[in-house]
T-cell receptor
Framework: DAGVIQSPRHEVTEMGQEVTLRCKPI?????LFWYRQTMMRGLELLIY????????DSGMPEDRFSAKMPNASFSTLKIQPSEPRDSAVYFC????????????FGPGTRLLVL | AQSVTQPDIHITVSEGASLELRCNYS??????LFWYVQSPGQGLQLLLK??????LVQGIKGFEAEFKRSQSSFNLRKPSVHWSDAAEYFC?????????????FGTGTQLKVEL
C-alpha cells in the first residue's frame, strides 16, 4: 500500500485566498483524521471522520475551516479565507476501526500564508 | 479530558549511550498509550503502543516503553542510541470516545545525537 497520500506537499498563498488540502487514506481504513502542527500549539486534532461521516469537529479553529469526506478514498480540508496564523503543517492520518488501532500519518502539507 | 506531558523539550545524548524519554499522562480510565517518531519533513511513525497486559512494550528500531500506572508514566527507552535516532518523539494517549480513537499528543521531545 502507498500509505496515506497528501497533496500538495507545500503551499504558499496570500492572505484572503482559499486553500484546499487533500488526503487519500489507506484503502480499507474506516477513520480519517486531520491534524495541525505548529511550534506554538504542537499537534492538534482538528476533525475526524468515521465511514465518511464527521464525528468530532471540536478542534476546528473557526468557521473559516471546513472539511469534507465525499467518499472513502478522499478528504479535503479547506480554509477560506486564509490568514497568516493558519501557517502550519497539516497532517492527515487514517486507521482501522477504533481505539486500539494505529493511526498512520501522511507526510503532511506545509502551508505558508503570506 | 486526557492530557500528556513530555517534560523534556530537548535532549542530547552521545551515540551509543542509553536513552530515556519521559511521558506522563492524565486519563480517567485505562489509557491507550503510543509513542510516535517524526523525522524532519516527515509524518509521524508509530514506534510502539500499549493497551493492556505486559507493562513492558517492545517496539521497532530497538525501542521499548514501560507503563507504570502508579506513576501515570509511559517512558520510552533505548539501550544504545544510533545517530539515525535523531528526531522528534511524541507520546500520545488515546481515548475511546465511543465514536473513535481520539489521540492527544504531548508537545514532543527533540532528540539530538552527538557522534
Amino acid at each position: 500500500d502507498a500509505g496515506v497520500i497528501q497533496s500538495p506537499r507545500h503551499e504558499v498563498t496570500e492572505m484572503g485566498q482559499e486553500v484546499t488540502l487533500r488526503c487519500k487514506p489507506i484503502s480499507g481504513h474506516d477513520y480519517l483524521f486531520w491534524y495541525r502542527q505548529t511550534m506554538m500549539r504542537g499537534l492538534e486534532l482538528l476533525i475526524y471522520f468515521n465511514n465518511n461521516v464527521p464525528i468530532d469537529d471540536s478542534g476546528m479553529p473557526e468557521d473559516r475551516f471546513s472539511a469534507k469526506m465525499p467518499n472513502a478514498s478522499f478528504s479535503t480540508l479547506k480554509i477560506q479565507p486564509s490568514e497568516p496564523r493558519d501557517s502550519a503543517v497539516y497532517f492527515c492520518a487514517s486507521s482501522l476501526r477504533t481505539s486500539r488501532e494505529t493511526q498512520y500519518f501522511g507526510p503532511g502539507t506545509r502551508l505558508l500564508v503570506l | 479530558a486526557q492530557s500528556v506531558t513530555q517534560p523534556d523539550i530537548h535532549i542530547t545524548v552521545s551515540e551509543g549511550a542509553s536513552l530515556e524519554l519521559r511521558c506522563n499522562y492524565s486519563y480517567g480510565a485505562t489509557p491507550y498509550l503510543f509513542w510516535y517518531v517524526q523525522s524532519p519533513g516527515q509524518g509521524l511513525q508509530l514506534l510502539l503502543k500499549y493497551f493492556s497486559g505486559d507493562t513492558l512494550v517492545q517496539g521497532i528500531k530497538g525501542f521499548e516503553a514501560e507503563f507504570k500506572r502508579s506513576q501515570s508514566s509511559f517512558n520510552l527507552r533505548k539501550p544504545s542510541v544510533h545517530w539515525s535516532d535523531a528526531a522528534e518523539y511524541f507520546c500520545a494517549v488515546g481515548a475511546n470516545t465511543g465514536g473513535g480513537n481520539k489521540l492527544t499528543f504531548g508537545t514532543g521531545t527533540q532528540l539530538k545525537v552527538e557522534l
